[in-house]
């Protein structure tokens, strides 16, 4: 069960409306639209975002803005930031569900002495995540930090 | 416990490149790109695309695809397809959480004979939805099937 700490709280809203075959349009006020559809192997075409990616996307997303939030709070500095996300997704009882979700993150730093506290960052992002801790599904971190 | 029922699965992959500030790219090979960024309740810029809007749209379009799905299957047509997905961020134990999603969703349909058949195709695919599915909330459902 969840606990709710505080009255704090934030709604988020988008909308898809269908527009022909598997595909559709997302929408969310003020910002760019997004077509999507079904991937291919669920008989969708190629080429266009679905929702099997937005979920690891969201999730990937979520990893670098939380990142970020922490090496602001710890006064850090850093050169490059990507990652690489890999969601499984497997046929349970009621059809298919994500069952793991794998992020690879490569950080770049000036010198040797932020490479444990960028470490300590990633680790912070991967444990606060919030996208990632909605999700029922593990998340392995792979977190790398070079100097360059 | 999630019991896996077959050896088919399916891999996503994506890349999260930090460009500035709060802000990066979201990339799915052979894709469009996407700007992604934290949003401003978390300090970032209007206007860009977040991974909260991504984990509240992954959910929604998937429920678009998977009646989609059901209609084919059920060889029933429709005339038009929306749904608004509205996903409620909360502090809990562990920082912020997702603890609800609601999906209302609206679909016409030609005649008075299509509209049970069209609820249940949107009843199924609630519950077959693979990305709700995949997140720790529930998901409430407001459909409405109507004549146009």
Redesign the interface.
């Known amino acids: 069960m ?5 009255e ?11 527009t022909h ?2 595909v ?1 349009t ?1 929408s ?1 006020e ?3 639209r ?6 291919p ?4 075409p ?20 939380t990142f ?2 922490f090496t602001k709070k710890m006064r850090i500095e850093f050169k ?20 793991k979700l794998l992020l690879k993150a490569k950080v770049t730093v000036e010198s040797e002495e932020l490479v444990p506290k960028a470490e300590r960052a990633m680790e912070l992002a991967g ?2 995540c ?2 990632s ?5 593990p998340t392995e971190h792979e977190n790398n930090v070079v100097v360059g």
């Open positions: 969840v606990i709710v700490m505080s704090e709280s934030h709604e988020y809203q988008v909308k898809v409306d269908w075959d598997r559709g997302l969310v003020g910002k760019p997004i077509q999507i559809s079904a991937p192997e669920f008989d969708g190629e080429g266009i975002i679905s929702p099997e990616d937005l979920f690891v996307a969201a999730a990937t997303s979520c990893f670098m803005t970020i939030t490059s930031f990507s990652c690489d996300g890999y969601g499984t997704l497997e046929r349970v009882e009621k059809g298919f569900q994500f069952t444990k606060y919030l996208v801790n909605s999700m029922k599904c």
